[in-house]
């Protein structure tokens, strides 16, 4: 190795401790040992990875592993990613969803090329498909019993609060009408095996509701997703008056907390253990026979310790029947509900799950829910 190429290493690794360059430019990771050396940004393996789709727009190498030119230094020097960010980010509208490591490959390449190759956050006239307050377009919408998808015309409106779907392309009433102020959309690309497929969640009648939708073309996908968030902040910026952007943006969508398959019994105990997919949603666990049905078979609300809801390892010893090996009893003020998970793994996970939730007292709005739940059947 010459002289020169061991003093650009040297330049290299000094850059990399300097203020923003330690952390991935697009999602955040802690580890930067990738640049892209036209856009002057260090980034992380997996999204050098994502820049090698742009060509066009970023070159980039491994800082340590390539050989890098006098002049490619220099323009790292005279960049980064702070200096990338108050240029590429100048107006991302705070409802604007931003990836991080764990996010699936669809929102973090979008994210990548909202910035550098649109210039979405420069020319605001680029926001427009998710910053209108109104958008309307055909989605291939998984049907709710045969599981088929078929293309269906979907208007998200501000104005009227709701995300509505069309059976018929003339059909003049809705087949559903989803409510903003209940709505959640979560990309689930594992669960529908289509890397651009999106859940819907909302609530009827106080009852879950699942929709799972996707569009063809990466980003049409990510600014319906962005127009729904627009939607429901703008919802709570009305809902919340003088509420600070930063706490409402957290509540924009939700992440579920886990969820995966469980084995229950039912109210008696003695029905015997079958298995249930189960999706933890803030205080909501709910259980499905297919991930994607459109409805839950049950819910089970989860309060707070103070309220009187606990966690257990174990299944009580009057237990009966045939059940995976690890047991979960979450005890309510009405009644215990066992659960059984095929690994230990599972289990602990699980555990951690409703932990996370009973630790946290219950916000005044929770009670309602909770009371709704204690005069189900
Ligand atoms: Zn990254």
């Not at 803030?282 to 707070?304: C, N």
């Given at each position: 190795?010459?002289?020169?190429?061991?003093k650009?290493?040297?330049l290299?690794?000094?850059?990399l401790?300097?203020?923003?360059?330690?952390?991935?430019?697009?999602?955040g990771?802690?580890d930067?040992?990738w640049?892209?050396?036209?856009?002057g940004?260090?980034v992380?393996?997996?999204?050098?990875?994502?820049?090698?789709?742009i060509?066009?727009?970023?070159?980039v190498?491994?800082?340590?592993?390539?050989?890098?030119?006098n002049?490619?230094?220099?323009f790292m020097a005279?960049t980064g990613?702070?200096?990338?960010?108050?240029?590429?980010?100048?107006k991302?509208p705070?409802?604007?969803?931003r990836?991080?490591h764990?996010?699936?490959?669809?929102?973090?390449e979008?994210?990548?090329?909202?910035r550098y190759?649109r210039?979405?956050f420069v020319?605001v006239?680029?926001?427009?498909?998710y910053?209108?307050g109104?958008r309307?377009?055909?989605?291939?919408?998984?049907?709710?019993?045969?599981?088929?998808?078929l293309s269906?015309?979907?208007?998200?409106?501000?104005r009227?609060g709701a995300?509505k779907?069309?059976?018929?392309?003339d059909?003049r009433?809705?087949k559903a009408?989803?409510?903003?102020?209940?709505?959640?959309?979560n990309?689930?690309?594992?669960?529908?095996?289509?890397p651009h497929?999106?859940?819907?969640?909302y609530?009827?009648d106080?009852s879950?509701?699942?929709?799972?939708?996707y569009?063809e073309d990466?980003k049409?996908?990510?600014?319906?997703?962005?127009?729904?968030?627009?939607?429901r902040?703008h919802?709570l910026?009305?809902a919340?008056p003088?509420a600070?952007?930063v706490d409402?943006?957290?509540?924009?969508?939700?992440?579920?907390i886990?969820?995966?398959?469980?084995e229950?019994?039912g109210?008696?105990?003695t029905?015997?253990?079958?298995?249930?997919?189960?999706?933890?949603?803030?205080r909501?666990?709910m259980?499905?026979?297919d991930?994607?049905?459109a409805?839950?078979?049950?819910?089970v609300?989860?309060?707070?310790r103070?309220?009187?809801?606990?966690?257990l390892?174990?299944?009580?010893?009057s237990?009966?029947g045939?059940h995976?090996q690890?047991?979960?009893?979450?005890?309510t003020?009405d009644?215990?509900?066992?659960?059984?998970?095929?690994?230990?793994?599972?289990q602990?996970?699980?555990?951690a799950?409703?932990?996370?939730?009973?630790?946290?007292p219950?916000?005044p709005?929770?009670y309602?829910?909770?009371?709704h739940?204690?005069?189900?059947?």
């Amino acid at each position: 190795m010459s002289s020169e190429q061991d003093k650009n290493k040297c330049l290299l690794k000094e850059l990399l401790g300097r203020s923003g360059n330690g952390s991935c430019a697009d999602c955040g990771a802690a580890d930067t040992e990738w640049a892209s050396y036209t856009l002057g940004v260090f980034v992380c393996q997996s999204c050098a990875g994502l820049h090698g789709n742009i060509p066009n727009i970023s070159s980039v190498k491994s800082v340590l592993q390539d050989s890098w030119s006098n002049t490619e230094v220099e323009f790292m020097a005279s960049t980064g990613n702070d200096a990338a960010k108050a240029k590429y980010e100048q107006k991302v509208p705070a409802f604007y969803y931003r990836p991080t490591h764990s996010d699936c490959q669809l929102l973090r390449e979008q994210w990548i090329r909202a910035r550098y190759d649109r210039n979405e956050f420069v020319c605001v006239e680029r926001q427009e498909p998710y910053s209108a307050g109104y958008r309307e377009g055909f989605l291939w919408k998984r049907g709710r019993d045969n599981g088929q998808f078929l293309s269906r015309k979907f208007i998200l409106s501000e104005r009227e609060g709701a995300l509505k779907y069309f059976n018929k392309h003339d059909a003049r009433e809705p087949k559903a009408v989803m409510k903003i102020h209940t709505l959640n959309a979560n990309f689930q690309p594992a669960k529908m095996a289509n890397p651009h497929g999106l859940q819907i969640t909302y609530l009827k009648d106080n009852s879950t509701r699942n929709i799972f939708i996707y569009h063809e073309d990466p980003k049409e996908m990510v600014d319906w997703f962005n127009a729904i968030r627009a939607a429901r902040f703008h919802y709570l910026q009305v809902a919340f008056p003088g509420a600070h952007d930063v706490d409402l943006v957290p509540k924009l969508t939700r992440k579920y907390i886990k969820e995966g398959y469980m084995e229950k019994t039912g109210p008696k105990h003695t029905e015997g253990f079958k298995k249930r997919w189960f999706t933890m949603d803030d205080r909501r666990l709910m259980y499905f026979k297919d991930p994607l049905d459109a409805y839950a078979r049950g819910e089970v609300f989860i309060g707070s310790r103070e309220n009187s809801y606990t966690v257990l390892p174990g299944l009580p010893p009057s237990t009966q029947g045939y059940h995976w090996q690890f047991g979960i009893t979450i005890v309510t003020p009405d009644r215990k509900f066992l659960f059984a998970c095929a690994t230990e793994e599972d289990q602990r996970e699980w555990m951690a799950a409703f932990q996370t939730v009973i630790n946290r007292p219950m916000l005044p709005q929770e009670y309602a829910v909770e009371a709704h739940f204690k005069h189900k059947p």
